[in-house]
């Protein structure tokens, strides 16, 4: 297949094998956080899906760090704006340690990554 090709969910061929390679490293750094966590994480399947509730990725940002200190966050969110406060939250644990986003909150939230 084609790079410049799409695929059926409109995403060409490169932006789906980027997304699988990163879908399998995040879930090799969830692996470490397994054990410590209050409920077992799942294991991510659709990244765009799996990280948009902020969970995974509070997990995963612990496991990066090495930090189990996160700050309250909703473990189940259902609505949109507990998912936002998730990511939110998650993004400034990760800028006042030692990682930076730039304008990614929203799209993570959103499932755009």
């Known amino acids: 297949m084609d790079s410049n090709r799409s695929s ?3 995403r ?3 932006e789906l094998i980027q997304s699988k390679v ?3 490293w995040v879930n090799l750094k969830l692996k470490r956080r397994i054990a410590s ?3 077992p994480p799942k294991f991510v ?3 765009r899906r799996d990280l ?4 995974l990725l509070i997990y995963l940002s612990e496991s990066l760090t090495k930090e189990y200190n ?3 966050f909703t473990l189940k969110p259902s609505s949109r704006p507990e998912k ?3 990511v939110t939250l998650v993004l400034v644990y990760c800028n006042f340690t030692r990682f930076s986003f730039v304008k990614i909150g929203i799209k993570i939230a959103r499932g755009i990554l």
Not at 52 to 55: A, W
């Open 8 to 10: 059926r969910s409109g």
């Open 12 to 14: 060409s061929y490169s």
């Open 22 to 24: 990163f879908t399998n």
């Open 37 to 39: 966590a209050p409920q």
């Open 45 to 47: 399947s659709d990244i």
């Open 52 to 55: 948009s509730d902020g969970v």
């Open 70 to 72: 996160t700050p309250l």
């Open 84 to 86: 936002l406060k998730n």
